[in-house]
């Protein structure tokens, strides 16, 4: 998957913990850190759950960084 991906230009994003165990039926956080480096930019972030078979969910938020 890595090979047709890029680092989003304009801006710098941080997830941390980058690893972490879920329990059954549980739940856990992380914290997603993004420092816009550039104006007018929009950009769509997306955070996939993959498992041996393939992905599994996803979800979406839209980044949008000044621009009038």
Same mark, same amino acid.
């Given at each position: 998957m890595g090979?047709?991906?890029? %680092? =989003? %230009?304009?801006?710098?994003?941080? +997830? &941390?913990? %980058? !690893? #972490? *165990?879920? =329990?059954?039926?549980?739940?856990? %956080? #992380?914290?997603?850190? +993004? &420092? !816009? *480096?550039k104006d007018s930019l929009f950009c769509p972030l997306f955070i996939i759950a993959f498992a041996d078979e393939g992905w599994k969910s996803w979800e979406g938020v839209r980044i949008i960084v000044g621009g009038k």
């Open positions: 090979r047709s991906l890029y %680092e =989003p %230009e304009g801006l710098k994003i941080q +997830i &941390t913990p %980058e !690893a #972490f *165990e879920i =329990p059954v039926n549980g739940s856990a %956080e #992380f914290k997603v850190q +993004i &420092t !816009a *480096e």
